[in-house]
C-alpha cells in the first residue's frame, strides 16, 4: 500500500465515526450534544491521518531519489552539505574514506535517519513551517508549503486554516472542550481539507523528484475524495 492509499483508508475509516453518528442520532434524535464527542475524535483523527501522510511521502520521496540516484548530484547541495557534515566535524581524518565509491550512499542513508529521527521523533504539531524544515532538510525542496493553493484557496489560507484545524485538534485531545460545537459537517470539511493539503504535497514532491531524476515517481493525484455518505 503506498502513502496515497494509506491516507485514503485511513481517511475512510475516520468518516465512519459520521456513519456511527447519523446511525445513532436516527434512534436518538435529541442526542446531538451526546453525540458530538465522535465528531471531536474525528477532527482528532483527522489530523493524526495527516501526520501520517507526511511521514510517509517523506520517506518515499527520499527513497526514490536515492534508488534512482545514479550518483550523488541527485541530491541538490544543500542536502549533501548536511550529510557531510560529520565528517568535517570529526576528528578522525581516516572518516572521510566513507566516501569512497558508493560509499555516498551509506552516508545519505545516515543522513536520511537523522532527519527523520529529528522531525519525525515528536512530530505532533504538523504546521507549515515543521513541515517546510522536514522537506529542505531531508530532500533540498525548499518552501513545499506555498504550493498548498487551489482554486478558492492561497497558500496563506491554507496555512492559517491548518495551523487552525491543529490547534482546534488540540483543544479536543488535551482538554475535551471547544467553543463552538463540533457537528458531523465540520469532519468532512475537515477530512476534504485535509486531501486537499494532500494532493498538492504529493504532486509538488512528483514534479520536484522529476527534475531530479527525470523519472515521475507516482500518478499525479486528484482530489478523489470519498465523504461519509458514499461508505
Same mark, same amino acid.
Given at each position: 500500500?503506498?502513502?496515497?492509499?494509506?491516507?485514503?483508508?485511513?481517511?475512510?475509516?475516520?468518516?465512519?465515526?459520521?456513519?456511527?453518528?447519523?446511525?445513532?442520532?436516527?434512534?436518538?434524535?435529541?442526542?446531538?450534544?451526546?453525540?458530538?464527542?465522535?465528531?471531536?475524535?474525528?477532527?482528532?483523527?483527522?489530523?493524526?491521518?495527516?501526520?501520517?501522510?507526511?511521514?510517509?511521502?517523506?520517506?518515499?520521496?527520499?527513497?526514490?531519489?536515492?534508488?534512482?540516484?545514479?550518483?550523488?548530484?541527485?541530491?541538490?547541495?544543500?542536502?549533501?552539505?548536511?550529510?557531510?557534515?560529520?565528517?568535517?566535524?570529526?576528528?578522525?581524518?581516516?572518516?572521510?574514506?566513507?566516501? !569512497? #565509491?558508493?560509499?555516498?550512499?551509506?552516508?545519505?542513508?545516515?543522513?536520511?535517519?537523522?532527519?527523520?529521527?529529528?522531525? $519525525?521523533? %515528536? &512530530?505532533?504539531?504538523?504546521?507549515?513551517?515543521?513541515?517546510?524544515?522536514?522537506?529542505?532538510?531531508?530532500?533540498?525542496?525548499?518552501?513545499?508549503?506555498?504550493?498548498?493553493?487551489?482554486?478558492?484557496?492561497?497558500?496563506?489560507?491554507?496555512?492559517?486554516?491548518?495551523?487552525?484545524?491543529?490547534?482546534?485538534?488540540?483543544?479536543?485531545?488535551?482538554?475535551?472542550?471547544?467553543?463552538?460545537?463540533?457537528?458531523? !459537517? #465540520?469532519?468532512?470539511?475537515?477530512?476534504?481539507?485535509?486531501?486537499?493539503?494532500?494532493?498538492?504535497?504529493?504532486?509538488? $514532491?512528483? %514534479? &520536484?523528484?522529476?527534475?531530479?531524476?527525470?523519472?515521475?515517481?507516482?500518478?499525479?493525484?486528484?482530489?478523489?475524495?470519498?465523504?461519509?455518505?458514499?461508505?
Amino acid at each position: 500500500m503506498n502513502f496515497r492509499e494509506s491516507l485514503n483508508a485511513n481517511m475512510n475509516e475516520t468518516l465512519r465515526l459520521a456513519v456511527i453518528h447519523d446511525e445513532l442520532l436516527k434512534s436518538r434524535p435529541n442526542a446531538h450534544r451526546k453525540l458530538e464527542v465522535l465528531n471531536k475524535s474525528g477532527i482528532v483523527l483527522m489530523i493524526a491521518c495527516w501526520e501520517a501522510f507526511i511521514e510517509d511521502l517523506a520517506m518515499h520521496s527520499f527513497d526514490f531519489l536515492m534508488s534512482n540516484a545514479a550518483d550523488h548530484t541527485v541530491f541538490p547541495s544543500r542536502v549533501l552539505t548536511q550529510a557531510s557534515k560529520p565528517f568535517w566535524d570529526s576528528k578522525d581524518e581516516r572518516g572521510i574514506w566513507a566516501l !569512497a #565509491d558508493d560509499g555516498w550512499k551509506t552516508v545519505l542513508q545516515s543522513h536520511r535517519n537523522k532527519i527523520l529521527q529529528e522531525h $519525525l521523533g %515528536n &512530530f505532533n504539531t504538523p504546521r507549515a513551517p515543521q513541515i517546510d524544515k522536514l522537506f529542505e532538510h531531508l530532500v533540498g525542496l525548499s518552501n513545499l508549503s506555498s504550493h498548498w493553493s487551489w482554486k478558492g484557496m492561497k497558500s496563506e489560507q491554507a496555512k492559517k486554516k491548518l495551523s487552525e484545524l491543529i490547534t482546534f485538534r488540540g483543544d479536543i485531545a488535551h482538554r475535551l472542550s471547544t467553543t463552538r460545537r463540533v457537528r458531523r !459537517a #465540520d469532519v468532512e470539511r475537515s477530512g476534504i481539507f485535509i486531501v486537499r493539503l494532500a494532493v498538492a504535497s504529493g504532486n509538488t $514532491l512528483r %514534479n &520536484f523528484i522529476h527534475g531530479r531524476t527525470g523519472i515521475y515517481p507516482w500518478e499525479e493525484g486528484d482530489v478523489e475524495f470519498v465523504t461519509s455518505d458514499s461508505i
